[in-house]
């Protein structure tokens, strides 16, 4: 995968193996953490609250550690590239309007942040013309809506658009 | 017969002109999912799952809800198909034998004899799982009515040890997941004794992870950022589908009845084993290749290598549903999510869903029969249609699917919180894809966590922490025998790989 266009590594799969890892043995801690907090024992009514995660955490913690040193013992040369700089650039250039979109969600609606989203990403990415852009986005916008709150009477997240319009 | 009988009410149930409706629905829909990148069987049903929830208030609902979830599936595994042999893209990870002789076909130009070859033996593999879903389920919910929890629990650990013995990735990489799924199942109430786990304080997370988003984004959202890699455009190759295409691979077809009779077998006894259908796929063709005669030739375009794995894939797929309707335990991503969906409509899954809901269940039964005839006919005959959605560039389709996912994991609980942890879910299931972590048992121990959980207390409760309660009779005892053999099998094949090689 790599070799193509991806171009050099950002980083090798050596060093996300070890992140990986370590996330995992976090996690682990902090399930052993609460566990304890919750008692992992016995009562008189039966198991505590902590009993069976406190198992899982320990789980956790060992394969992680396993995993770790798994990823330590691998040779630093022979290690691929996890991902190339175009490719991350690529991925990224697709995760970060995903965020921004998620958070327009909230503010203006599903419907309006949603049009916007796909308009930017057919113009920007697919560099579409104009009138293709703006039709697909509010197309694709309407059909959703079509379906959700007039077909199956699910609402979704609505904004100011939609009170602008009437049709809350 | 009682199962006839059952079965023919069933066929009353599943003959309505609502359901069939519904079948055609489905079955349309799955394929496109299968096709489209980003959206496969066990991520579509997830996003189509909370239309069903008025569907199912109605009586009889929950069977029309379940006819329209499985044919959904059902498509999907169609569909997975013409993206293995026209785009050389596996839409699942079952799909890839496929791929092998597949591809190499459809660029001799024998496209449409792949994907009739491909559709018929995926027909017949699912057919031949549906008669032994139709014989041995009742045998096996009647005889898991004497489950208790010990029992459930050595089910249970069954499934996922079987998880860690059977899978291609690293054991340790396989325990990791499925125990990161068992954490965030714990995550919220405790069903027993009611106090707080792992919430710290947050809101948001009182009523735990639902495996729905997981789902949503593990397999969405992740799967979309790995497509993205490769670029994005697609090249594909040309079907021509025709009636004289399909009548002549139908004729060539009868010459692989013994590789057909194989791979179903190696389907479905794959199948109800949990995790089976991607290695019955690869062990199918491998056995294909073996023993065929034209064995040398597999990977060049037979149409033998992609009978093999088709069979056995949609066996198993087929299959991965016994367990799941008799025991409540899952065998896929897919069975899981389905059974989530049984769990939201009100259903119990296992044992007792044969005898107190028998309607819902032989109408499943005789609607897998239906949905598969329906599926032939629909992708025999729409090929090029679904073929087309795949050359929409990417730049148009892959923000549409992001949109659609957003909705699908809005529409599960109504908050935005969720799409947050669909984003986080995404970019954890492409970090773990390009390591190797499986994420298939995640999404199990997270449907499952809490009933494993509950059925391991109770079993301690009962036998006041004595562990050997698991070994106390013979049934309990060679299933946790064979749960354990399974767990340790990466480490004895280590071992006597070495002792071979000295």
């Known amino acids: ?86 490719q991350l650039k690529l991925v990224l250039s697709v995760l970060l309007p995903t965020a921004v ?68 | 017969m009682d199962e006839i009988q059952s079965l023919m009410q069933g066929f009353a149930i599943a003959l309505t002109l609502k359901n069939v409706a519904l079948m055609f629905t489905g079955i349309i829909l799955g394929v496109i999912i299968g096709v489209l990148p980003g959206l496969g069987g066990a991520n579509g049903v997830a996003i189509l799952l909370p239309l069903t929830f008025s569907m199912a208030q109605s009586p009889g609902g929950t069977t029309s809800a379940i006819i329209l979830l499985s044919c959904i599936y059902w498509g999907a595994l169609f569909g997975g ?8 893209i596996p839409g699942e990870p079952w799909s890839v034998a496929t791929t092998f002789d597949g591809y190499p076909l459809a660029q001799k130009g024998r496209a449409g004899a792949a994907l009739a070859a491909a559709f018929t033996s995926s027909f017949v593999g699912a057919l031949v799982a549906v008669i032994v879903i139709t014989f041995l389920s009742p045998i096996v919910a009647n005889f898991a009515l004497e489950f208790g929890p010990p029992e459930f629990f050595a089910v249970y650990l069954l499934t996922f040890c079987a998880f860690v013995g059977m899978s291609k990735e690293p054991p340790f990489k396989t325990l990791a997941t499925m125990m990161l799924g068992f954490a965030l199942a714990s995550v919220g109430t405790d069903p027993v004794t009611g106090t707080l786990r792992l919430t710290f304080g947050s809101t948001h997370l009182l009523t735990g992870f639902d495996f729905l988003i997981a789902v949503i984004g593990l397999f969405g959202i992740g799967e979309i950022l790995l497509t993205l890699e490769e670029g994005l455009a697609f090249k594909g190759a040309q079907a021509k589908m025709n009636l004289k295409v399909v009548l002549e691979t139908w004729k060539e077809l009868p010459k692989y009845w013994l590789t057909s009779i194989r791979s179903s077998v190696v389907g479905c006894f794959m199948g109800i084993v949990p995790g089976g259908a991607t290695p019955a796929s690869f062990m199918s063709y491998g056995v294909a290749r073996r023993f065929s005669k034209d064995g040398d030739k597999f990977g060049t375009g037979m149409v033998e290598g992609v009978v093999a794995p088709e069979t056995a894939a949609h066996a198993a797929g087929t299959a991965a549903l016994l367990p799941m309707l008799t025991l409540g335990v899952p065998g896929s991503p897919t069975a899981a999510v389905l059974l989530g969906g049984l769990l939201i409509w009100g259903l119990q ?55 659609i996912c957003a909705i699908g994991a809005y529409t599960v609980h109504n908050s935005i919180f969720d799409v947050w942890m669909m984003l986080v879910f995404g970019v954890v299931g492409y970090v773990f894809k390009k390591l190797q972590y499986p994420l298939a048992p995640l999404v199990l121990a997270i449907v499952l966590g809490d009933r494993a959980e509950s059925s391991f207390r109770q079993s301690m409760l009962v036998a006041q922490g004595d562990m050997t309660v698991f070994f106390s009779n013979a049934l309990v005892g060679s299933l946790t025998g064979l749960a354990l053999f399974l767990l340790f099998w990466p480490l004895l094949a280590l071992l006597i790989a070495r002792f071979r090689g000295r």
């Open chain 1, 1 to 86: 995968m790599s070799e193509n266009d991806g171009g050099k590594p950002a980083f090798s799969v050596r060093t996300a193996e070890i992140a990986t890892a370590a996330f995992f043995l976090v996690l682990g801690a902090i399930v052993i953490f609460d566990s304890v907090r919750l008692g992992m024992g016995w009562k008189d009514d039966g198991p505590q609250a902590g009993y069976f995660p406190f198992y899982i955490g320990v789980i956790i913690c060992v394969s992680a550690l396993v995993n770790l040193v798994a990823a330590l013992a691998a040779a630093r040369k022979k290690s691929a590239g996890f991902v190339g700089v175009g």
């Open chain 1, 101 to 168: 979109y998620v958070v327009l969600i909230g503010w203006i609606g599903i419907y309006a942040a949603s049009t916007l989203f796909v308009a930017l990403f057919m113009r920007w990415l697919g560099k579409y013309p104009w009138w293709k852009v703006v039709a697909v986005s509010i197309g694709n916008s309407v059909v959703f809506f079509l379906i959700f709150e007039v077909w199956f009477k699910i609402p979704l997240p609505k904004g100011p658009l939609e009170a602008f319009l009437g049709l809350h």
């Open chain 2, 81 to 88: 198909a013409i993206t293995s042999i026209l785009f050389n």
């Open chain 2, 349 to 403: 899954p296992g044992p007792l869903l044969f005898v107190e809901q028998k309607d819902f269940v032989w109408g499943l039964i005789a609607s897998m029969y239906l949905g598969n005839i329906v599926g032939l006919i629909v992708v025999l005959t729409c090929v090029p249609l679904f073929a087309a959605i795949l050359r929409v560039p990417f730049s148009v389709i892959a923000p549409i699917i992001m949109v």
